[in-house]
Nanobody, 119 residues
Framework: QVWLVESGGGSVETGGSLRLSCTSS????????MGWFRQTPGKEREKIARIYIHDGRTVYHDSVKGRFTISTDTAKKTLLLQMNNLNAEDTAMYYCAGSEDRLCTDNYWGQGTQVTVSS
């Protein structure tokens, strides 16, 4: 069974930074891709960053381009999200997800970590 556990959320002022981590265990194979998603009450969960493990290619939602950076550690056991220049619109519950399949179906999810940005 695959387990994903997020950490690093918290409260920060506008313009501040946070780094989220997602530790994983239980993968049968190295995941093909992983991603960060976020959700606010009443809205659908949105994908904000994706990384393809085999070649390191990254994709970002327009709202976070230039401010957020997705990466993995050397052993590919931890997914990271460096978030800079945060604003109130970034307030959300953040989730990590992973896929072993090439369709990136995001079939494994963490429980989420809350990020709150105040002015």
């Amino acid at each position: 069974q695959v387990w994903l556990v997020e950490s690093g959320g918290g409260s920060v002022e506008t313009g501040g930074s946070l780094r989220l981590s997602c530790t994983s265990s239980g993968y049968t194979y190295t995941p093909y891709c992983m991603g960060w998603f976020r959700q606010t009450p009443g809205k659908e969960r949105e994908k904000i960053a994706r990384i393809y493990i085999h070649d390191g290619r990254t994709v970002y939602h327009d709202s976070v381009k230039g401010r957020f950076t997705i990466s993995t550690d050397t052993a590919k056991k931890t997914l990271l999200l460096q978030m800079n220049n945060l604003n109130a619109e970034d307030t959300a519950m953040y989730y990590c997800a992973g896929s072993e399949d090439r369709l990136c179906t995001d079939n494994y999810w963490g429980q989420g970590t809350q990020v709150t940005v105040s002015s």
